[in-house]
C-alpha cells in the first residue's frame, strides 16, 4: 500500500525502482539498427503530487519533476542504442502508451515485452 509522500521546502524527487520493460532492435527508415528498450522508472509522487509539489516546495526547478508521471508514481521511456550514441524518447505515464509509441516511428520494431 502507497502513502503520498510529505512534502517540504527541500523536498527532491527520489527514483525508488527502475526496470527494463521491453527489449529488441528498432531499424530507423529500416537502415540503422539501434538496441531498443524500454525502462520503467517509478518515483516517490505521482502525476496527483503535482499541484502540491509546486505550491508546497520552494525554489523547485521544473527539470526535477517528469510531468508525464502517472498516477501510480510511474514513467516510461524508449532507450534507443546504436554505434553514433544513444538517445531517449520522450516519457510517458504508462505503458501501454509507450508501447504503442514506438510503432508511430519511421522503421521496423522487434521487441519482446516482458510486461503485459
Known sequence: MSHAPRF???WEPELLEEEVVAE????YQD?????ARLVRRKWDYTSADIDKIESQVEG?????????????????FWVFEAEAG???SRSFP???LA?????TYAGTAKVVWSKQ
Open 31 to 35: 537502415a540503422v539498427e539501434y538496441n
Open 99 to 103: 508501447k504503442s509509441h514506438i510503432y
Open 86 to 88: 544513444k538517445t531517449l
Open 24 to 27: 529488441g532492435s528498432w531499424r
Open 8 to 10: 517540504s521546502s527541500n
Open 94 to 96: 504508462s505503458f501501454e
Open 60 to 76: 523547485i526547478a521544473a527539470d526535477y519533476l517528469d510531468y508525464n508521471i502517472g498516477e501510480e508514481g510511474n514513467v516510461f
